[in-house]
């Protein structure tokens, strides 16, 4: 099982979308977008877990790829200590 990085998502996007889009490349094993607490709004990014081979296909076939007017940002998830943010 691969957990991806989905960013760059409209704030009006749904799960049902995004499950809809990622279901063309294999079966999505959990999905969740990260949301506003008052809005319930999407924040632009989430993750999803699918099989390893279905989740290098939907990487190839959607990163970069228009959403709603928006390039989609899908990459596997890389753990927290690896990312390069300040410190």
Request: proline share 3%.
């Amino acid at each position: 099982m691969k957990k991806l990085f989905v960013g760059n998502l409209p704030a009006t996007t749904n799960e049902i979308e995004v499950t809809e889009l990622f279901s063309q490349f294999g079966k999505v094993r959990s999905i969740k977008l990260a949301t506003d607490v008052f809005t319930s709004k999407c924040k632009g990014f989430g993750f999803i877990e699918m099989e390893g081979h279905e989740a290098r296909a939907a990487i190839s076939g959607l990163n970069g790829k228009d959403f709603s007017g928006r390039p989609l940002r899908v990459n596997f998830e890389e753990p927290k200590g690896r990312r390069g943010g300040r410190r």
